[in-house]
């Protein structure tokens, strides 16, 4: 009984993906109670793309993906790697000036850095005597 004994390495290298939300104008008119008075500012609320720059920060997650296939008698050990580099989740929004409030808000990124699938593919095959 042989089998055939597969190694496939795979770096995936996966998704640099700039997501760029939303760049849409607000004007959002809101009303702020302050001290007996009402100031009616403005809220120019900007709304910048999203910087939301998902960033999965050094997660490794080995994750031993069996997968057993009887028809042909594969044996899929996916070793899946997962270098993730976590969650940088960034948004910064500006303040008001002059009755308007450039919101500046979440410019999501969605950036997925260095996937690094390390995909050891143990492929091997019963079949062969």
Known sequence: MCW?????????YY??????????????????YYDY??????????????YYYYYYYYYYYYYYYYYYNNNNNYYYYYYYYY???????????YYYYNYYY?????????????????YYYYYYDDDLY
């Open 83 to 93: 270098y993730y580099y976590y969650y940088y989740y960034y948004y910064y929004y």
């Open 37 to 50: 008075y009402y100031y009616y500012y403005y809220y120019y609320y900007y709304f910048y793309y999203y």
């Open 15 to 32: 998704y640099y993906y700039y997501y760029y939300y939303y760049y849409y104008y607000y004007y959002y008119y809101y009303y702020y």
């Open 4 to 12: 055939f004994y597969y190694y496939y390495y795979y770096y995936y």
């Open 102 to 118: 450039y919101y500046y808000y979440y410019y999501y990124y969605y950036y997925y850095y260095y996937y690094y699938y390390y």
